[in-house]
């Protein structure tokens, strides 16, 4: 067997999962890191899912297919150009396994997806203290959207925002 990318697929969940809490050790967030198999599975296989994703496998000591990348991803949508595009939420490729082309084949295979399917563009977020991604990002043609900041609601935020909503709702506003 050769190293490939494929879809993932249901009997690849516990090892997704496991390289999604290893990128929020790396990313120095591991107490936020709160995915489990079930949510997981229900995201990417459930009735209608939301979530898509790639592995990145490569033969291991016994032949077997061992799974050490990811990709996963959903669908935006950008209205200036009327078309959809895809979000990378997370790449990650075990450290052991970097500079041998993986990382490069998994956002290679979702360009191919957006290229077959007319979709506009593949963006994703990098911490900026994350030079070595930074850098090979850079290396196949990728731009920082420097005018632009992301900004999150979550936790005790969010949860005030929502009952603004609910009460706005019940008052007819």
């Given at each position: 067997m050769?190293?490939?990318?494929?879809?993932?697929?249901?009997?690849?969940?516990?090892?997704?999962v496991a390289?999604?809490?290893?990128?929020?050790?790396?990313?120095r967030e591991p107490q936020s890191c709160t995915l489990t198999e079930p949510q997981l599975a229900t995201a990417l296989f459930g009735p209608a899912p939301a979530l898509f994703g790639h592995v990145a496998e490569v033969a291991g000591?016994?032949?077997?297919?061992?799974?050490?990348?990811?990709?996963?991803?959903?669908?935006?949508?950008?209205?200036?150009?009327?078309?959809?595009?895809?979000?990378l939420e997370?790449?990650?490729?075990?450290?052991?396994?970097?500079?041998?082309?993986?990382?490069?084949?998994?956002?290679?295979?979702?360009?191919?997806?957006?290229?077959?399917?007319?979709?506009?563009?593949?963006?994703w977020s990098v911490l900026d203290w994350n030079e070595p991604s930074i850098a090979f990002y850079r290396g196949i043609g990728a731009v920082p959207m420097?005018?632009?900041?992301t900004f999150r609601l979550d936790g005790d935020a969010l949860h005030t925002l929502a009952g603004d909503s609910r009460r706005s709702a019940l008052s007819g506003s």
């Open positions: 050769t190293d490939r990318v494929r879809g993932v697929r249901p009997e690849d969940v516990p090892a997704v390289l999604v809490h290893e990128l929020a050790e790396y990313e000591p016994d032949g077997t297919a061992e799974v050490v990348g990811v990709a996963l991803w959903f669908l935006n949508f950008s209205t200036w150009r009327g078309v959809h595009g895809v979000y997370d790449l990650y490729v075990r450290p052991t396994h970097r500079g041998h082309g993986l990382g490069r084949a998994l956002l290679a295979t979702l360009a191919g997806v957006c290229a077959e399917r007319g979709y506009a563009r593949l963006e420097d005018e632009w900041t």
